[in-house]
């Protein structure tokens, strides 16, 4: 109906004088349904360029529009307040919206909008230097959600995930695997293996082996991926033939090993990547590259050519004062290693190379201080950085007991992505096992079914704050096995349905017995069960905000309107015991309510729809 009524806007705001070329009229659902369905506020915007009172144009606007609209989708337009012009919904709207969210079924909230054009989304791309911590799992969410809207607006998307295979901290986990490794090998051969004291978890002091690198990876991970090249045979053999006793082999098997283990760890929360893209690639010579890509050595070239880069006390600079930053930016240090930004220059240059036409990266809070140098770098280039967009996400906190959780994977003093699923996922199963009268011990539930359980709700909280709000993670909430939890609530709403629909064709209702013509939708008049349809029809333009917005909290707030809806509809409006045309219409509109609250938590949110609990 927005897309209906703007065009009908435009039309008649094409018959004025002064309109400024490209204006765009705006509508919105007002917050109180006494201002109508919809409403504009165009003749506000317009009152300067029209000269004259909103008020006035308003009701010129409005009379016109009752001549442009079509009377079977628009009951009636009027003016209120200040100048805003409302519109309210047709009855045979209504009727025809229902019938076209139950053929849709599944399909109902995808649209056309970008068919034809190609989405890049990067997200995760944490340095695989241990194992995911609360902090990824909401980059992994976000941008698994972002993606399954821009796909239901369109795009044809690719998700990826940058491999940061190349920098300091990877060598620093190649050094820890070492040290630990060969301080077992010596514990196994008797050998008394000398330690040192370093800052642990909590600030406590932790012994190390003397050779543990600086600022090293203290986990237990670490030590058990050494305990497992240890126990390698073939892992010794290459160590035995190696001629400098390095750390290159250490950090490829850390390697290796740590990004099987986040692979897993994504899978487990329904996040599976498209493709991969290795830091050292950018590194290759050009018969070794991993596709289309610009090298770091192109990229600095190509910057050079432009005039932006100049070498000053041994470093290399990018001379982004001219790009309107206060200061200019290191690309290259004196040591000769680049920083962090030239290898996301040349990244993000392939990026446009590779022909897509949106670009969306996910990054953490972290890095509000530094991608501008990156889009401004690509400006430089020549590339539209219009089609880049870079969502930021504010921070985690884990909540336990009402107490912050600290997190730091160098120490080893983080909570794991697998950790939050498990203990999730373990605690509700055994909530549930004791309120259906059930011992509720964990060894009663496989471990998929607690990755499946703790999965739905994690997804869901990651999700249900805006990205740029921080996120307190409650793990007790999380843990509530109630309707107090915010994902129960909407997955209660839907197994609600599905009882009521079961027991409706138990007492022999049918979707099957409709007559000819179906169900008959004119019977839906009370103010509960058109208020319902209204929120089921505000689903496509719902996903398309939050797909525009890169925001998939506000498919959660839509969700949740539609359970309140539906809540009030289940109040006031029974299906059983009224005759069978009212019931069988009824039935069909808590089908069309499922048909919204599934699409929306299973194909977008990634949370599972229930229809038992």
């Not at 009727?95 to 034809?116: E, M, N, P, S, W």
């Not at 983080?414 to 373990?426: C, F, I, K, M, Q």
């Amino acid at each position: 109906m927005k897309d209906y009524l703007a065009a009908r806007l435009r039309d008649v705001l094409a018959d004025l004088d002064d309109v400024p070329e490209g204006f765009a009229p705006e509508l919105e659902t007002p917050a109180n349904p006494e201002h109508g369905d919809l409403s504009t506020n165009t003749a506000l915007r317009l009152a300067s360029e029209l000269d004259g009172s909103p008020r006035t144009i308003a009701e010129d606007l409005a009379e016109r529009l009752r001549e442009a609209t079509d009377s079977a989708r628009v009951a009636s337009v009027e003016v209120a307040g200040p100048g805003f012009v409302n519109f309210r919904y047709a009855e045979k709207h209504l009727q025809r919206g229902l019938k076209a969210i139950l053929a849709a079924g599944d399909q109902y909230g995808r649209t056309t909008g970008h068919v034809g054009e190609r989405a890049l989304v990067e997200y995760v791309s944490a340095n695989p230097t241990g194992p995911l911590t609360v902090g990824h799992g909401r980059n992994a969410v976000l941008g698994d959600a972002i993606a399954r809207l821009l796909e239901h607006v369109g795009y044809e998307v690719e998700r990826e995930y940058y491999f940061n295979d190349a920098g300091r901290q990877m060598r620093v986990l190649g050094q820890s695997v070492q040290a630990r490794y060969e301080a077992l090998a010596a514990r196994r051969r008797g050998e008394t293996v000398p330690t040192k004291t370093v800052e642990g978890a909590g600030g406590e002091p932790r012994e190390v082996p003397e050779r543990f690198p600086e600022n090293g990876y203290q986990g237990a991970y670490v030590t058990e991926i050494a305990e497992a090249l240890l126990d390698d045979p073939a892992f010794r053999e290459k160590i035995a033939e190696a001629e400098n006793g390095g750390h290159a082999p250490f950090q490829q098997a850390a390697e290796e090993r740590m990004f099987a283990e986040i692979d897993a760890t994504l899978r487990k929360l329904g996040v599976e990547m498209d493709s991969h893209f290795n830091e050292r690639a950018l590194y290759a010579d050009e018969g070794d590259r991993q596709g289309e890509h610009i090298s770091i050595d192109e990229a600095l070239g190509r910057l050079r050519e432009a005039g932006y880069v100049y070498d000053e006390e041994g470093a290399t600079w990018l001379e982004t004062t001219r790009t309107g930053k206060d200061q200019d930016t290191v690309l290259v240090k004196s040591s000769g290693e680049p920083t962090y930004r030239l290898p996301d220059i040349a990244y993000h240059a392939g990026k446009f190379e590779r022909g897509f036409d949106l670009m969306i990266d996910v990054f953490g809070a972290d890095h509000i201080a530094t991608y501008p140098d990156v889009l401004s770098a690509l400006d430089i280039l020549g590339y539209d950085t219009g089609r880049v967009d870079v969502v930021i996400y504010q921070f985690v906190t884990l909540v336990r007991g009402g107490e912050p959780v600290k997190m730091s994977t160098r120490r080893a003093e983080y909570e794991t992505l697998d950790d939050l699923v498990a203990e999730v996922g373990r605690t509700v199963l055994e909530t549930h096992g004791r309120a259906e009268g059930e011992d509720g011990a964990a060894d009663g539930f496989s471990e998929e079914e607690i990755t499946r359980a703790g999965a739905d709700i994690v997804r869901f909280f990651f999700l249900m704050r805006s990205p740029s709000s921080h996120l307190e993670f409650d793990l007790d909430l999380a843990k509530e096995a109630s309707e107090k939890n915010p994902v129960y609530y909407l997955q209660y709403a839907h197994t609600r349905i599905a009882s009521i629909l079961r027991k409706a064709e138990e007492v022999g209702f049918s979707f099957e017995q409709t007559g000819a013509d179906g169900p008959d939708f004119s019977l839906l008049t009370h103010e509960a069960e058109q208020d319902l349809i209204k929120a089921l029809l505000r689903f496509p333009d719902a996903v398309r905000q939050a797909a525009d917005a890169r925001e998939p909290h506000r498919v959660v707030t839509y969700l949740r309107a539609v359970a309140n809806a539906f809540t009030q509809f289940y109040a006031h409006c029974h299906i059983i015991g009224e005759e069978r045309p009212l019931a069988t219409a009824r039935m069909h509109l808590a089908k069309a309510a499922q048909t919204v609250l599934r699409n929306g938590l299973v194909e977008l949110l990634g949370v599972d729809a229930p229809v038992r609990m």
